[in-house]
C-alpha cells in the first residue's frame, strides 16, 4: 500500500517536473536580460514595441470576428442536427473533426490556389480580403472545439422539448435559438470562444504564408532576432493561454453552482 | 359539430404505419383521455394534433379550422409534457409570460395575467424561482399555467404525471381535473395509467397498436369493454374459455359447469367456443341465490394485498382470482380447500371474436 502511494507521489513528481521545468527555466531565463540581476526588462522591451502592440491587438480583433463568425455558423447547424437531423450527427461530427486531420498548410495552399488575384474571386488583392480569409481558416481551425464545446451544451438540455414548448407558446426558429437555446448553452459556447481566442491568439501557419500582421509571426520574428524577448513572449503566450482555460474553468464551475 | 374533429388521420413512419385510419369527434370543454399501452400510437396521435408531427393522410379541425398543416405556433394548443420543459434559464414568472411576451402584449398585461395564473397554481409566492429551485409537481404546475397563460383553445397533456411520485401525482391530477373544469378548456390526456385515465376523463379512447379499440365514459370501458385487449388492459380481468350452450337463452359452460349471462350471444352459435371475462371484485366465494351463476372449485393460493385479499381458485383447468375487502374478522379460506364462487349474470362479459 505504502509503495503504491510512493509510486503515485513519484509519478506526479516527474510529470509536473517534466511540465515546469522548461517553463520554469524560460521564465528565468527572460528576466536574465540585464548582466547580473533578474529584471521584467526584456517583458518592458516587448511591451513597448509598437509591432507587439499591432500584432497582438491585430490578433485579438481576429479572434473574436473568428469566434463571432463561426459560432454563427455552429450554433444554428448543430441545433438544427440536435434537432431534426440526428441520424446525420456522426457524419457532422466525422465534417468537424477534419481540419484536425488536415494539415493546416494544405488548407492554406488550398485558399491560396482558389483566391489569389488572378482567381475568380481574388481575396488576396486587398489586405481586408487577406484578413478575411485569414479568419476563415481560423474558423476552419477552431471548427472541433467549437463544435464540440457546443454540441456538449446541446447535449445537456433537452433540446427537442425545449423547443416544442416554445413552439407551442407561438415562438418562431430565430426566437427560441435567441430567448431559449442560447442563453441555456451559454458556458459551452464561452469555453469554445476561449478554446478558439487560445488557438487563433498564437497561431502562425496561416497568418504566415498569407503574410498578415499577426502575432503568431510576430513571435517567430522575434525569435529569429532577439534572445530575451523570445523567452518573454513564450511566458505571455503561456499566460494568455491559461488565462483562457482558467476562465472556463471558473465559468463551469459557476453554472455546476447555480444549477445542482 | 364538435370541437375537435379527427378523421381518417395516419401516421406511417417509412413503411412502419402507427396510426391507422383514426376517427374522434371531441366535444367543446371535454376531457378525452387517451390510454394505451408504450407504442400504441397515443403520443403521436397528439403530437399530430399539436403540430409536431405531420398527419402522412387524414385531416384535423380544431374549432370548425383545418389545422393539419398549420405549424404548432399558429394553432392555438398549450401543450404540457412529461419532462416539464421549463426554460431554465427563465424564472416561473418569466416561462408563464413567455407565450405573451411572444404575443406581443405589454407588460402590465403580461404581470397581471402570471400573477393570476400564480394564484390558479397555488403558487402565488414563486414567480422569482427558477425551475431548478422547484419540486417535480411545482415544476409541472407551472409548466400547466405556462400552456394556459397564452388561453390556448385546447390543452394538450402529453403523460404530464409519469416523471412524479405517486401521492403527488394522485392530488396533481385532481388539480389538473378541477382547472380543466373551471376553465372549461377543450382537454387531451395521454396516459398509460389506466386508473388516472378512469379517474379523470370524459371519456376514454382505449389505444391498441395505432386503432382506437374502444371510445366510451371510463364506467363504459370498464365495464363493458369491446375486446379482449380492452378487458384485459383496463382493470384485472379473469379469462376463462367457455363453449356456447344456448345463445338464445344466454346459457355458456366454463370448464363443464353451466353458467349464464346477460350478454347478447346472436353472434355465436351453438357449441361455438368464446372468451369470457370476470372482474376479481365481481366475485364472491360461496354459492349464490338462484339469479347468480356459481362455479366450484379448489383454493389455490390467498395473497394478501392491503385492502384486499386475493384468493386464487382452480376449476378443473380454468384458474380465476377474486378479491374480498380486508377484514380482521374474515375467515379466510384454507388452500386445497373445496371452493364455490359467485357472481351475477350481468357480471359476465363475452368478448367479441377479435
Known amino acids: 500500500m505504502k509503495t503504491n502511494r510512493l509510486g503515485h507521489w513519484l509519478a506526479i513528481f516527474f510529470g509536473t517536473l517534466y ?78 473533426l477534419l481540419p484536425l486531420v488536415v494539415p493546416a498548410i494544405v488548407i492554406v495552399f ?50 427537442r422539448t425545449l423547443t416544442e414548448a416554445a413552439e407551442s407558446l407561438g415562438a418562431s426558429a430565430g426566437t427560441i435559438i435567441w430567448r431559449i437555446i442560447l442563453p441555456n448553452i451559454r458556458s459551452a459556447m464561452l469555453s469554445g470562444a476561449f478554446l478558439t481566442f487560445a488557438i487563433v491568439i498564437g497561431e502562425f501557419t496561416f497568418a504566415s504564408l498569407l503574410n498578415r500582421p499577426a502575432f503568431g509571426p510576430y513571435l517567430q520574428l522575434i525569435g529569429a532576432n532577439r534572445a530575451y524577448e523570445p523567452a518573454a513572449l513564450a511566458v505571455m503566450a503561456f499566460m494568455i493561454t491559461w488565462a ?4 472556463i474553468q471558473v465559468i463551469s464551475r459557476n453554472t455546476v453552482a447555480a444549477r445542482p | 359539430m364538435s370541437f375537435i374533429e379527427i378523421s381518417h388521420l395516419r401516421k406511417s413512419f417509412g413503411a412502419n404505419t402507427v396510426v391507422h385510419d383514426f376517427d374522434l369527434s371531441i366535444d367543446k370543454g371535454e376531457f378525452v383521455s387517451f390510454l394505451g399501452p408504450s ?48 426554460f431554465p434559464n427563465l424564472t416561473v414568472a418569466g416561462n408563464i ?48 399555467a405556462r400552456a394556459l397563460a397564452v388561453k390556448p383553445e385546447v390543452l394538450l397533456l402529453d403523460e404530464p404525471l409519469s416523471a412524479l411520485d405517486a401521492k403527488i401525482r394522485v392530488s396533481l391530477r385532481e388539480e389538473i381535473r378541477a382547472l380543466q373544469r373551471d376553465l372549461g378548456i377543450t382537454t387531451v390526456f395521454v396516459t398509460h395509467d389506466q386508473e388516472e385515465a378512469l379517474s379523470i376523463s370524459d371519456r376514454i379512447v382505449v389505444m391498441n397498436e395505432g386503432r382506437a379499440d374502444q371510445i366510451g ?63 376479481p371484485e365481481a ?31 382452480r376449476l378443473s383447468e380454468a384458474r380465476l382470482s377474486l378479491d374480498l375487502f380486508n377484514d380482521p374478522a374474515l375467515q379466510l379460506p384454507r388452500i386445497g380447500a373445496p371452493a364455490a364462487i359467485s357472481f351475477k349474470r350481468e357480471d359476465l362479459l363475452v368478448m367479441d371474436r377479435r
Open chain 1, 110 to 159: 488550398g485558399y491560396l490556389r482558389l483566391y489569389n488575384s488572378s482567381s475568380l474571386l481574388p481575396l488576396t488583392n486587398t489586405s481586408t480580403g487577406t484578413s478575411f480569409l485569414l479568419t476563415c481558416g481560423y474558423v476552419t481551425l477552431a471548427l472541433p472545439y467549437m463544435y464540440r464545446s457546443v454540441e456538449t451544451g446541446l447535449r445537456a438540455i433537452d433540446v
Open chain 1, 19 to 96: 511540465f515546469l521545468l522548461p517553463l520554469v527555466a524560460t521564465f528565468e531565463f527572460s528576466l536574465r536580460k540585464l548582466r547580473g540581476v533578474y529584471s521584467f526588462e526584456a517583458y518592458r522591451v516587448v511591451l513597448a514595441d509598437p509591432q507587439f502592440q499591432s500584432s497582438f491587438v491585430y490578433s485579438v480583433v481576429l479572434a473574436v470576428i473568428t469566434i463571432v463568425f463561426g459560432m454563427a455558423i455552429i450554433v444554428p447547424m448543430a441545433y438544427f442536427v440536435e434537432l431534426r437531423l440526428r441520424k446525420l450527427r456522426p457524419f457532422v461530427e466525422f465534417v468537424t
Open chain 2, 217 to 279: 365514459t371510463p364506467s363504459d370501458i370498464y365495464n363493458n369493454p369491446a375486446t379482449r385487449f380492452v378487458a384485459s388492459f383496463v382493470g384485472t380481468l379473469n379469462l376463462l374459455e367457455a363453449r356456447v350452450v344456448d345463445p338464445a337463452a344466454g346459457r355458456l359452460s366454463i370448464d363443464g359447469q353451466p353458467v349464464m349471462t346477460t350478454r347478447d350471444l346472436s353472434a355465436f352459435g351453438i357449441a361455438d367456443e368464446t372468451t369470457v371475462a370476470l372482474r
Open chain 2, 97 to 144: 409570460g413567455f407565450g405573451l411576451k411572444i404575443a406581443g402584449k405589454d407588460k402590465g398585461e403580461i404581470d397581471a395575467r402570471v400573477a393570476e395564473m400564480l394564484e390558479l397554481i397555488k403558487l402565488p409566492d414563486l414567480g422569482s424561482r427558477y425551475p431548478y429551485q422547484l419540486s417535480g409537481g411545482q415544476q409541472q404546475r407551472v409548466a400547466l
Open chain 1, 244 to 247: 483562457c482555460m482558467g476562465l
Open chain 2, 283 to 313: 366475485l364472491t366465494l360461496g354459492d349464490g341465490n338462484g339469479d347468480r351463476n356459481t362455479l366450484s372449485g379448489t383454493v389455490e393460493e390467498v395473497a394478501f394485498l392491503g385492502a384486499v385479499i386475493r384468493v386464487r381458485v
Open chain 2, 39 to 86: 407504442g400504441c400510437g397515443k403520443t403521436t396521435i397528439l403530437r399530430m394534433i399539436a403540430g409536431f408531427e405531420t398527419a402522412s393522410a387524414g385531416a384535423i379541425q380544431i374549432g370548425g379550422t383545418e389545422v393539419t398543416h398549420l405549424p404548432p405556433s399558429r394553432r392555438k394548443v398549450g401543450m404540457v409534457f412529461q419532462a416539464y420543459a421549463l
